[in-house]
């Protein structure tokens, strides 16, 4: 009978301390109710990181496109001075050059007679010289007639003009002037680049006969280019000189390039109803650029802190958004409470978050991966 006894006293020991344990077990899931368990290997295998919300600057920007340009001062189309035939061309679409270096040669019967022209001036000059001077003699010394003195010196200053001007233009095509004047003639002239730069263009081949309207190449200086960018006129009373743009070209498209606002423009394209604005290009921008490239840019017009995440912190559903907030740790688990939030723009991978979320870790990689 004590067997039985206890027997039974055994029994209920063990179904009292079963029962105990069930409510232990009851009680903890009970506390974590609504919230989502991840272990550490859950938590390494779907890649998932912690971060925090914190304040970020995020800038107001206008967007526009447009394309790179040349100014006037950094382009140049070169023609010949004196119409002839093309000698020799010297360099190819795509070659460096730099400002006077030769590009193409030319000769022909206007470049012969100029040379000739010069030489008899010089002479012409060069006898009327010491005739004036014979006369000024002759008049000082009250020999000479002021007749001969003032005839001789008029003849001197007509030849003397004709012979400077013959003169420059032998220097513009870059020859020698006293070479002529010994009689020394050149077959042809070279033709120079007025500015260092990329050929981007060459119109003339050997042989042809050109004008002085006639291109023979086009030359632009990639370092003196800029943007010019087309903005709706809604948005162009927010710019002003100085004002940060970024920008980027289709053979460019993971570099973001940066230029400074300089020109303002005040003329409204009637069928695009923008205006032209001009942007100057950093010289940090380490890539050679293409003139006429076209571009896609954001002026930075203001710029505003917020409270941000990763846009891969917050997981949509629909219209609603949604946030992973380390509730608590139970042992080494994550107990992960998700979290509705209202959310604003987005910028450079970051999201602002406009409603008040707890000062605790979030998830803010790997969400797709929760399950």
């Known amino acids: 009978?004590?067997?039985?006894?206890?027997?039974?006293?055994?029994?209920?020991?063990?179904?009292?301390?079963?029962?105990?344990?069930?409510?232990?077990?009851?009680?903890?899931?009970?506390?974590?109710?609504?919230?989502?368990?991840?272990?550490?290997?859950?938590?390494?295998?779907?890649?998932?990181?912690?971060?925090?919300?914190?304040?970020?600057?995020?800038?107001?920007?206008?967007?526009?496109?447009?394309?790179?340009?040349?100014?006037?001062?950094?382009?140049?189309?070169?023609?010949?001075?004196?119409?002839?035939?093309?000698?020799?061309?010297?360099?190819?679409?795509?070659?460096?050059?730099?400002?006077?270096?030769?590009?193409?040669?030319?000769?022909?019967?206007?470049?012969?007679?100029?040379?000739?022209?010069?030489?008899?001036?010089?002479a012409s000059y060069a006898k009327a010289k010491v005739d004036f001077k014979r006369a000024q003699s002759l008049w000082d010394e009250k020999i000479g007639a002021e007749k001969d003195y003032l005839a001789a010196k008029s003849i001197f200053q007509s030849t003397f003009a004709s012979y400077q001007s013959l003169k420059s233009r032998i220097e513009v095509l870059h020859l020698n002037p006293t070479k002529i004047e010994n009689g020394q003639m050149y077959t042809s002239f070279p033709v120079t680049a007025p500015i260092s730069g990329y050929i981007t263009k060459v119109n003339a081949v050997i042989g042809q006969f050109l004008n002085m309207e006639n291109d023979i190449a086009e030359i632009v200086n990639i370092h003196a280019l800029q943007l010019t960018l087309s903005?709706?006129?809604?948005?162009?009373?927010?710019?002003?000189?100085?004002?940060?743009?970024?920008?980027?070209?289709?053979?460019?498209?993971?570099?973001?390039?940066?230029?400074?606002?300089?020109?303002?423009?005040?003329?409204?394209?009637?069928?695009?109803?923008?205006?032209d604005c001009i942007a100057t290009i950093d010289k940090s921008v380490g890539i050679p650029l293409i003139n006429d490239s076209y571009v896609e840019a954001s002026i930075t017009v203001d710029q505003k802190q917020v409270m941000a995440l990763p846009v891969t912190a917050v997981q949509q559903q629909g219209n609603d958004s949604f946030v992973f907030v380390v509730e608590k740790m139970d042992g080494r688990n994550y107990l992960l409470k998700k979290t509705p939030v209202v959310v604003g723009t987005t910028e450079k991978g970051l999201i602002e978050i406009k409603s008040d979320l707890p000062d605790k870790e979030l998830v803010v990689n790997g969400i797709e991966n929760l399950p």
């Open 1 to 122: 009978m004590k067997k039985i006894s206890l027997f039974i006293l055994i029994l209920f020991a063990v179904w009292t301390g079963y029962s105990c344990s069930d409510k232990k077990v009851d009680n903890t899931r009970s506390k974590n109710k609504g919230l989502l368990e991840i272990t550490p290997d859950q938590f390494k295998a779907g890649r998932m990181a912690l971060g925090i919300l914190g304040p970020k600057m995020f800038e107001n920007q206008v967007a526009c496109k447009g394309q790179i340009s040349a100014p006037a001062n950094g382009m140049a189309k070169i023609s010949t001075p004196i119409a002839g035939k093309v000698n020799s061309i010297l360099h190819k679409t795509g070659d460096y050059i730099n400002a006077g270096q030769v590009i193409a040669t030319i000769s022909g019967n206007d470049f012969m007679q100029l040379q000739q022209n010069f030489a008899e001036a010089s």
């Open 231 to 275: 903005v709706f006129e809604t948005d162009v009373r927010k710019l002003k000189p100085g004002q940060k743009a970024t920008f980027g070209t289709t053979g460019t498209r993971n570099k973001e390039m940066h230029a400074r606002l300089t020109n303002i423009g005040k003329t409204v394209n009637p069928e695009t109803k923008t205006i």
